[in-house]
Structure formats: C-alpha cells, structure tokens
C-alpha cells in the first residue's frame, strides 16, 4: 500500500513538472506570434522583456539558471541579466494556480476531454494546449490518488512519536521539518514538490500547517543553496552573483516564513478536522504566496544594487557545465538564443586569434592571448553540447 501512495506522489511530481514544460511551450508560441503581428513596440522595454522571460517560461528555477547564463556567456549585460533572475520568482504563478485547483477540480473530467480531443485535432497547436490539459489532469489525479491511499500513511504513523511530532505545530517541531526540507531537495530535481507533498499531508491532518510552511520554505531555501553550489563553477563575476543572490533569497524566505506565520495567527487561519479539503489548501496556497512575494521582494532589491556594481571585462573562460543541459536547468528560449549567441562569439574570438599571428612578438600581452585561447577552447565545446 506504502507503493501506492508513492506511485500517487510521483504521478503528482510528473504532472508538475510536464505542466510546467507545457505551459512554457504554449505561452512562448503565444507571444512569438503576436511579435511576428506587430506588437513588438509593447515589448521594447528591458523590464517587459524580462516580465516575459520570467512569466512565459511558468518555472522560476530555469529562468533563473537562464538569467545566469545569458550574462554567463556574454548575451546579456549585467544588468539586463540580474533582472531576469530577479523576476523569476513571478515564474511560480502557475504552480500556484495548481495548488488552488487541488481537491477542487476534477483531474479525470481534464484527462477525458485530452483524449477525446487527440483524436479528433491534429493541429500541433492544439496539441501543445491539450498536453498542457494533460498534465494538468495528472497532477490533480496523483493528488486525488493520494488521498484516497493516505490512509497508509496513517496506519503507518499510528500513535507514535513521530506521527505527534508531525502534527506539533511548535517551533521545536517545525525546525527539523525545515531542515529536511531543505536536504530532500538536494536529491530531488523537481520543482516545488514541498507543495504537492505539503498539500497531500496537510488535508489528511498527517502534517500541521506550520510544519507544511516549514516544508516549503525548506524547499525554497535548498533550492538557492543548491543555486549558488552551481554557480561556483563559472567565472569570478558569476560566482560573485550566485552567492549573493542565495544569500539574500534566503534571508527573505526566512523573513517571509515568519511574515506568513504572523499572518496566520492575525488572521485566525486555523482550521479543525471538520474544515474542508479545499479551506486547508487555500489556505497554505495563499500563505505560500506570502512566502514567494517576500522572496522576490528581497530578490529585486538586490538587483538593483547588484546591476550597479562595475565588472571585469576580462573575465575567466568559465561557462556552465553539460549538467545544466542535461538536467533540463535552462529554457527553450535560452538554449535558442545560446546557439546563435556562442557562435557569433566563438567566430569572434577565432577572428581575432588569426589576427594575433599578424602582430609582432611582444604587442600584445600573453595574459590576453591565453584568456582568448582559454576562451576558445571552452566556448568551442560549449557550441558542440548545444548542436548535439
């Protein structure tokens, strides 16, 4: 039985993510078109291009890997750059969308309007919209599965002590919760799986409400000390930014975790057995939110300043591993525009290495000639990964 309810959260985790992806792929044609109709004099603005980055691609970790590595390989100024990444929490509207339709919108009537509609259209149009209905459906359908096998659990836990520590809503009890919110996320690549985790728990009254937020919040802190571990691999003003960045999206998670807790108990947001699935799941949904605003908050202050702040132009050749293609880390939009961008560059710095061989000895420093031959090299096996 344990399997089944697995099985459930998987099928949660996939429709997730694969919405995710979707609505991403829908959203990016959507605006493709209305560019190619005229309407790109609305877009002009650095802020709206970034608006679009960040809520287009509906996932706020792969927009912010993009941001990184649009500056990371010289497509985008500093500035232009730090903004998408502050902007990228607006990504999480979507997730939050999902989490209001949880337990309250049935996941098979989607799935049978899916299948029905795959017979019938063939327009790869339509077909982006309905997978995107798809996955939606299987993530409603894992939840509802969930629930009906969350007696399991229960049985499980029975009357030890750590079915009590879970529904202890105190400090003492909600910390460690955090904490393993925080180390689960280390191993687990999916976004935002504390909600759907946090949502299947708290229904049941297998979780308390502060210990769902502790969850949560554990997810959204592991995810930008994950963040700056990868940042630490790529050149000195890339690193800079990634540990930066962490720290201060940490510190407003944290903050925004104790404003949500403070909301909750001004506003009297608890709820006994007999309160209903969908009064619970709105309830962390909004307080989530909380959470997610104070988060960006903190994200775009940063980036004000952090944009100021002058850099070198000399930088080390050091751009983001394989693993962020493999693992799926950067958008469609991103890997489109890194193609032609780390060509140019790479002719570029070709062009001008042939030039050197014209030069006397001696005109130009070795320190240059060896950052370019660094240079080349790097982005020479960066542009073979993005043609495989």
């Known amino acids: 039985m344990i399997l089944m309810w697995l099985g459930s959260f998987v099928l949660m985790l996939w429709g997730l993510s694969e919405s995710q992806k979707a609505a ?11 560019l190619e109709k005229g309407f790109e004099t609305k877009l002009t603005t650095m802020f709206m291009r970034a608006t679009d980055v960040a809520v287009l691609e509906a996932s706020p970790q792969r927009t912010l890997y993009s941001g990184l590595a649009f500056y990371n390989l010289r497509i985008l100024p500093l500035r232009a750059a730090v903004l998408i990444m502050g902007l990228s ?20 009537f989607l799935l049978g309007i899916c299948i029905l509609s795959f017979l019938v259209f063939a327009s790869a149009r ?22 009906r096998n969350s007696s399991v ?21 909600v910390l460690p919760i955090l904490l393993a919110g925080i180390v689960i996320t280390f191993f687990i690549r999916i976004e935002f799986w504390s909600l759907a985790l946090a949502l299947s728990l708290l229904v049941t009254s297998t979780l308390s409400f502060n210990g769902a937020m502790g969850l949560i919040a554990g997810e959204r802190i592991g995810r930008m000390l994950v963040f700056w571990w990868r940042s630490r691999s790529l050149n000195q003003d890339c690193r800079r930014i990634g540990k930066q960045f962490s720290l201060i999206s940490i510190l407003g998670v944290i903050f925004g975790f104790w404003i949500a807790g403070e909301m909750r108990n001004f506003l009297d947001l608890g709820f006994s057995a007999d309160t209903s699935f969908q009064d619970k799941s709105l309830q962390l949904v909004v307080l989530f ?24 132009e000399l930088q080390e050749a050091r751009y983001f591993p394989a693993s962020w293609l493999e693992q799926e880390l950067l958008s469609a939009t991103a890997l ?53």
């Open 126 to 147: 339509v077909k982006n919209i309905l997978s995107w209905i798809f996955a939606t459906g299987v993530f409603l359908v894992g939840g509802e599965t969930m629930l």
């Open 89 to 108: 929490t607006l990504g999480a509207w979507w997730v939050l969308i999902l989490g209001l339709l949880f337990l309250s919108f049935n996941g098979f």
């Open 24 to 34: 991403a792929t829908v959203l990016g044609r959507l605006q493709a078109r209305f």
């Open 336 to 388: 489109g525009w890194a193609k032609g961008k780390v060509h140019k560059r790479l002719s570029e710095i070709r062009y001008h290495l042939q030039g050197l061989g014209s030069l006397k000895e001696g005109q130009v420093p070795d320190h240059i000639q060896n950052r370019l031959k660094e240079e080349e090299r790097a982005l020479s096996a960066l542009d073979q990964r993005l043609k495989a």
């Open 153 to 173: 659990i229960q049985s499980v836990l029975g009357q030890s002590d750590l079915a009590f520590f879970l529904a202890d809503g105190r400090f003492g009890a």
């Open 289 to 312: 939110a909380v959470i997610l605003f104070f988060q960006w908050l903190a994200q775009m202050i940063w980036g004000h300043f952090g944009s100021l702040v002058k850099v070198d």
